[in-house]
């Protein structure tokens, strides 16, 4: 029995739990406020993806003459799909790994259409491993059952998105209204029945659902509508991603039939004064923070507690206790190796810092407070919570799922993680900033640092000066550039589409990209067209951008806006060539075709030089000495021998340095007294040292034994040291 239920109802990762209750309970955990969570989309599909539930689909009516062929094909090998599920589904949760070699003798599984595209897995995947082999398989199995579902039982099924056309741009509420007031579906069915099972046990008196996505609008309010009707004495309340960005202007009263409560932006000071309300109500008037609820037959906004929001130090670790963690599904649906991250495998979820430094892209809802608010964490506490997860959960793959990871705190969080000598992977999202130097890339890819993704948007330094991006093209080559060459995969958000984009700039962004793959500084990518926000510079003030909004009543939500762009281009249509030569790219092939190939109406020649990625590659200021960069020496296993040269043009003293790293050996000869000199220094400034020695200090030191520093830093034997990431530079 505890006071608060949290549900992130179905459905949005299948490998690793949304953070959003996990944070929640943790803060909770912080004021003595019992809860519980549950991860309602990973037991439905678990629920639907068994035995019990597959008998269930096939028993479900169907007009055989009437279904497609691939459903016709699915039927009739229903026994097989019944005889295999149970084998499956554990195989994805990596409990059964030696069914891989079963699974790729490709005479396991039931095929239907989704096998189809095996002819091109090679392409693909190339030599792939066999488990990975095994999980794509799997992947394309559960499609196609996935796909009997939508064409014969439920149109609005998906693994990530329940009904999500019900909550996009719903400026009013009437079709959602309409589909809640109808018979319950057949995703329904395992969805209440899970629920009531939760209900009965925990018993609480406030049930809080996190709703991201649209794609999980609909299953929340179906489950709060079932709340209402049989349990009336348990309140409701809504918050997360979806309320925050859609639900700042409701005003439909028929909402507030199915959620007592909708809050907005950070949770924890809303969420807390909510439990004081309903657990322990006094007379006094109730105070609320950011919150929605019904009074005097009214849609009210409340935000009259002076209770300020917390520090983000203070919210406590995120807790997954209650969570399934070992019956998340590892999938592989695509070859993209960046949403090979996002699918397989789990990661505990953290945050850097909350909202954006930068906070100033035109497209980006950089008027909310979760943009707007930048607040950053001590690398110290981030590490203390990576070790309490790590203890929690027994994993220790992290995602860092920031707006914008800032790269100071990266660099510090990168150094007490090797001060602990902690055994980590994480990625993150970034800025493609200058600051990422091949020396502070490289201290990232020791610390665990396995992939990065961020904005390239628009490869053209016109359009990026209008998105106020804070990047060039040329900056972004670079930096992903130094990513690559530490070992790190670099994923390109891209988009098309922007107001007052041309289709020649279009085609230009291609052949940047394009450039990109060809000289290996990319890794993946994806294409995403221009979606205007209402909370967007752009949609605030659409006029500035040369674009006309189609304005509508708004009752309900309210962010994604139809509009109209001045130059009447008809973007979408490039969508499909744009992916499909990516996707080419991405796979180290057809570089050579002119970009007319991909595709079927006529665009123009592109107008960037062949090699101007390649160029903008080649200044590279190494030899410049930054007198405040902070010095990082890396290793403390180095053998020193003194030796003697008997040679015609120098004899004399000298020590043999040998620095025996990871991977490779580095020797290098010096004088015995800077030997002697060097040595002293990497050992006072190990990395366990949090006090970091700058250049100039160095140099200081340096100049009080010996001349001419710079003679020495710059010398052959320093480079080796240097470019072998036994001394960093930050």
């Known amino acids: 029995m505890k006071d608060l239920l949290l549900i992130t109802p179905p459905f949005t990762q299948l490998n690793t739990p949304y953070p959003a209750t996990a944070y929640i309970k943790g803060f909770l955990n912080t004021k003595n406020i019992s809860s519980y969570q549950i991860d309602l989309g990973l037991d439905v599909i678990l629920a639907l993806f068994s035995k019990n539930g597959i008998r269930k689909i096939f028993e479900t009516e169907v007009n055989l003459q009437e279904i497609s062929e691939n459903s016709q094909r699915i039927y009739a090998l229903r026994e097989e799909y019944l005889k295999t599920i149970d084998q499956v589904?554990?195989?994805?949760?990596?409990?059964?790994?030696?069914?891989?070699?079963?699974?790729?003798?490709?005479?396991?599984?039931?095929?239907?259409?989704?096998?189809?595209?095996?002819?091109?897995?090679?392409?693909?995947?190339?030599?792939?491993?066999?488990?990975?082999?095994?999980?794509?398989?799997?992947?394309?199995?559960?499609?196609?059952?996935?796909?009997?579902?939508?064409?014969?039982?439920?149109?609005?099924?998906?693994?990530?998105?329940?009904?999500?056309?019900?909550?996009?741009?719903?400026?009013?509420?009437?079709?959602?209204?309409?589909?809640?007031?109808?018979?319950?579906?057949?995703?329904?069915?395992?969805?209440?029945?899970?629920?009531?099972?939760?209900?009965?046990?925990?018993?609480?008196?406030?049930?809080?659902?996190?709703?991201p996505f649209p794609g999980n609008l609909y299953a929340g309010f179906r489950c709060a509508q079932f709340i209402k009707e049989h349990y009336p004495h348990i309140k409701t309340a809504m918050g997360g991603g979806f309320p925050n960005t859609e639900l700042r202007e409701v005003k439909d009263k028929r909402v507030f039939e199915f959620f007592d409560f909708i809050t907005l932006d950070?949770?924890?000071?809303?969420?807390?004064?909510?439990?004081?309300?309903v657990l322990n109500p006094s007379e006094d008037e109730a105070e609320f923070k950011r919150t929605f609820l019904i009074e005097n037959q009214e849609v009210t906004y409340k935000n009259n507690s002076k209770k300020?929001?917390?520090?983000?130090?203070?919210?406590?670790?995120?807790?997954?206790?209650?969570l399934?963690?070992?019956?998340?599904?590892?999938?592989?649906?695509?070859?993209?190796?960046?949403?090979?991250?996002?699918?397989?495998?789990?990661?505990?979820?953290?945050?850097?810092?909350?909202?954006?430094?930068?906070?100033?892209?035109?497209?980006?809802?950089?008027?909310?407070?979760?943009?707007?608010?930048?607040?950053?964490?001590?690398?110290?506490?981030?590490?203390?919570?990576?070790?309490?997860?790590?203890?929690?959960?027994?994993?220790?793959?992290?995602?860092?799922?920031?707006?914008?990871?800032?790269?100071?705190?990266?660099?510090?969080?990168?150094?007490?993680?090797?001060?602990?000598?902690?055994?980590?992977?994480?990625?993150?999202?970034?800025?493609?900033?200058?600051?990422?130097?091949?020396?502070?890339?490289?201290?990232?890819?020791l610390s665990?640092?396995?992939?990065?993704?961020?904005?390239?948007?628009?490869?053209?330094?016109?359009?990026?000066?209008?998105?106020?991006?804070?990047?060039?093209?040329?900056?972004?080559?670079?930096?992903?550039?130094?990513?690559?060459?530490?070992?790190?995969?670099?994923?390109?958000?891209?988009?098309?589409?922007?107001?007052?984009?041309?289709v020649q700039e279009t085609v230009d962004s291609l052949?940047?990209?394009?450039?990109?793959?060809?000289?290996?500084?990319?890794?993946?990518?994806?294409?995403?067209?221009?979606?205007?926000?209402?909370?967007?510079?752009?949609?605030?003030?659409?006029?500035?951008?040369?674009?006309?909004?189609?304005?509508?009543?708004?009752?309900?939500?309210?962010?994604?806006i139809d509009f109209k762009d001045k130059t009447g281009i008809d973007h979408s249509k490039f969508s499909f060539g744009l992916k499909k030569s990516l996707f080419n790219y991405m796979h180290g092939i057809n570089f050579e075709f002119p970009l007319q190939q991909w595709f079927d109406f006529k665009i123009p020649r592109t107008t960037v030089h062949p090699d101007y990625i390649h160029d903008c590659l080649l200044d590279d200021a190494q030899f410049t000495f930054k007198g405040n960069s902070k010095l990082v020496f890396l290793t403390k296993n180095v053998i020193a021998e003194n030796r003697v040269k008997n040679k015609k043009k120098y004899s004399g003293a000298y020590t043999l340095l040998t620095f025996h790293l990871k991977t490779n050996i580095v020797k290098i000869d010096l004088?015995?007294?800077?030997?002697?000199?060097?040595?002293?220094?990497?050992?006072?400034?190990?990395?366990?040292?949090?006090?970091?020695?700058?250049?100039?200090?160095?140099?200081?030191?340096?100049?009080?034994?010996?001349?001419?520093?710079?003679?020495f830093w710059f010398s052959k034997p320093m480079q080796q040291l240097k470019d072998n990431g036994v001394i960093l530079s930050l």
């Open 448 to 502: 665990g640092c396995v992939a990065v993704s961020g904005g390239l948007e628009v490869a053209s330094d016109r359009l990026l000066q209008l998105i106020d991006k804070g990047v060039s093209v040329e900056q972004v080559a670079r930096v992903t550039r130094n990513f690559t060459e530490a070992g790190i995969m670099v994923h390109a958000y891209l988009m098309y589409g922007y107001p007052t984009q041309t």
């Open 308 to 322: 300020h929001d917390y520090k983000q130090a203070d919210i406590g670790t995120p807790d997954y206790t209650d």
């Open 671 to 711: 004088e015995q007294d800077k030997a002697e000199w060097l040595m002293g220094v990497l050992e006072e400034n190990s990395i366990e040292n949090p006090k970091k020695l700058t250049a100039q200090q160095l140099k200081n030191q340096f100049e009080e034994n010996f001349e001419d520093f710079e003679l």
């Open 89 to 211: 589904i554990p195989f994805l949760q990596g409990k059964t790994p030696t069914l891989a070699r079963q699974i790729c003798s490709m005479n396991f599984l039931p095929e239907a259409s989704r096998f189809n595209q095996l002819d091109d897995m090679d392409f693909a995947f190339g030599n792939m491993g066999l488990q990975d082999k095994a999980k794509h398989l799997a992947t394309l199995y559960l499609e196609d059952i996935s796909d009997y579902i939508i064409e014969n039982i439920d149109a609005d099924f998906g693994f990530s998105r329940y009904a999500e056309r019900l909550g996009k741009s719903a400026n009013s509420f009437d079709e959602l209204y309409s589909k809640l007031s109808g018979d319950q579906t057949f995703i329904d069915h395992f969805t209440l029945q899970i629920l009531q099972e939760k209900l009965e046990l925990i018993q609480p008196k406030l049930v809080c659902f996190s709703v």
């Open 324 to 445: 399934k963690l070992d019956q998340y599904i590892s999938v592989i649906e695509i070859a993209n190796p960046m949403h090979s991250l996002w699918s397989d495998g789990r990661w505990n979820k953290l945050t850097m810092a909350h909202g954006c430094y930068w906070g100033k892209c035109t497209f980006c809802d950089i008027s909310l407070d979760y943009i707007r608010i930048y607040e950053p964490i001590s690398a110290k506490i981030l590490v203390d919570r990576m070790e309490e997860l790590i203890q929690t959960t027994g994993e220790t793959g992290f995602h860092f799922v920031d707006e914008a990871a800032p790269p100071a705190l990266m660099r510090e969080v990168a150094l007490e993680i090797l001060r602990r000598n902690l055994v980590v992977t994480w990625w993150t999202n970034i800025r493609f900033e200058k600051s990422f130097t091949r020396d502070l890339c490289y201290l990232l890819k």
């Open 511 to 560: 052949e940047m990209v394009r450039q990109m793959f060809e000289m290996g500084i990319l890794q993946s990518g994806f294409w995403h067209q221009f979606a205007m926000t209402a909370h967007s510079p752009v949609g605030i003030n659409p006029e500035k951008f040369g674009v006309t909004p189609v304005t509508e009543e708004i009752l309900f939500a309210n962010n994604d």
């Open 266 to 277: 950070d949770g924890e000071v809303p969420l807390e004064l909510l439990c004081k309300n």
